[in-house]
């Protein structure tokens, strides 16, 4: 025959020990009587897997407020459920002056804790796309039968104290009018297309000018 094991553990359980208890059940010898010992029933910990949500921003920026999703509970257990606890801690190499690109945020436990789970960690991506910058034509003014000045343009909207030259910006705008030298008097639009203009960490923004045509 066999003996009657039994505990009082089951599937929710909390993490600690539990005796495991033995009784006769179906055992029989002829020639030998049983005595009982006690086992012990180890629940340890169960596993979530803590996985960094993907985040972006726009280059120049602060970082984002960084967050995770948990997976992994058992018995019907959520974060509230279970008591969950304290802060992750996040840690990424990107800050507001890193340039354009993708960044690895890693997470560890911080002040996370919970009682009947450990915690595993998944890192997330931080994408840092360019920031925007304006051309904008500067306003001329002509007197009717002369020709079209020479149109130029300023860039804004640099950050962390850039200017053109520190941004790496390249090439020209291409800046263009209706108004001819036979234009009459009145305003014209200067409008401005991206020409040869390239950054590294910024996109461009048209603005639109304006050309005075003077009476002669």
Known sequence: GLPAISTSADASSPVGTYSIESQLGTMYSTNYNFTFAKGTMTVTKALITVSVDNKTKPYGAMNPVFTASYNGFVNGDNALSIGLGGQILFTTLANINSPQGQYDVFASAGSLVAANYDFQFVKGILTIGKAMITVRPVNKTKTYGQPNPAFTYVLEGFLNGHNATTA???????????????????????????????????????????LTIDKA
């Open 168 to 210: 790496g910006v390249t090439g020209e705008p291409v800046l263009t009018t209706n108004a001819s030298t036979s234009s009459g008097a009145g305003l014209y639009e200067i409008t401005s297309s991206i020409g040869t203009l390239s950054s590294t960490n910024y996109d461009f923004g048209l603005a639109k000018g304006a």
